[in-house]
């Protein structure tokens, strides 16, 4: 249990299906990641968020819609997807600043289908 | 851009053995960490170097940064079957990057028999 949660565990989708992926995080970080991980790749980082603010877009498609409304809580709104867009989708969260040291605490991930 | 690469790919041990990995990176760096992963899991913390130390240990894990050669190691000892997943190493940018962006490794395979 590493104090980050994610919802659901596992999610299969049609291609004009809308679901959205909701991540957790209990550990009073101020910052919050999604990266997506498929087989045979490194993972890959998808977005960022400090203190609730997008930091980061790794040119990820627009049918990927993230939104942290608040420190605590992340979500990746997903649309119209494509079978190459299955994978584990990992949320993690870590403390960040000067003198900080960024160690990332992640959820167990949700694996998703697109059929 | 890739950051970190694992080596080897992967990698089969008997139980007591010692398993090393290594990792090897592009540009400089503020700390390097190792996560381990379960098969299907989300990743585990295991442990960080700063780009100013040289060797760190944490019970039966020894991690090594050699700065100059832009590469680390990272040894268990004494393995255990339950050691058995996917190691990661991952790189956190150094002069004029980002201060709290990782970039990860493909990740090596260790199976320890037992």
């Known amino acids: 249990e590493t104090g980050v949660t994610q919802t659901p565990r596992h999610l299969v989708m049609g291609m004009t299906n809308k679901k959205s992926l909701k991540c957790e995080q209990h550990l009073g970080h101020n910052a919050m990641y999604w990266y997506k991980q498929s087989a045979k790749k490194p993972l890959e980082l998808m977005f960022v968020?400090?203190?609730?603010?997008?930091?980061e877009n790794n040119s990820v498609p627009s049918r990927f819609s993230p939104e942290c409304p608040n420190s605590s809580h992340l979500f990746l709104h997903l649309h119209t997807l494509q079978p190459e867009d299955s994978a584990l989708y990992l949320c993690?969260?870590?403390?960040?600043?000067?003198?900080?040291?960024?160690?990332?605490?992640f959820g167990p991930g949700t694996r998703l289908t697109v059929l | 851009s890739q950051q970190g690469e694992e080596d080897p790919q992967a990698l089969s041990i008997q139980e007591g053995e010692n398993a090393t990995m290594n990792c090897s990176y592009k540009t400089s760096i503020n700390n390097l960490q190792w996560y381990r992963q379960n098969s299907g899991r989300g990743l585990v913390h295991l442990i960080l170097?700063?780009?100013?130390?040289r060797e760190k240990h944490s019970g039966r894990l020894r991690v090594t940064l050699d700065t100059s050669k832009k590469s680390s190691s990272l040894l268990i000892t004494a393995s255990r079957a339950a050691d058995t997943a996917s190691y990661f190493c991952a790189t956190e940018g150094g002069s004029g990057g980002s201060n709290y962006k990782l970039t990860f490794g493909k990740g090596t395979l260790l199976t320890v028999n037992p």
């Open positions: 968020y400090n203190f609730k603010e997008q930091t």
């Open positions: 170097i700063r780009s100013n130390e």
């Open positions: 993690a969260s870590s403390q960040v600043g000067v003198r900080v040291l960024n160690e990332q605490f």
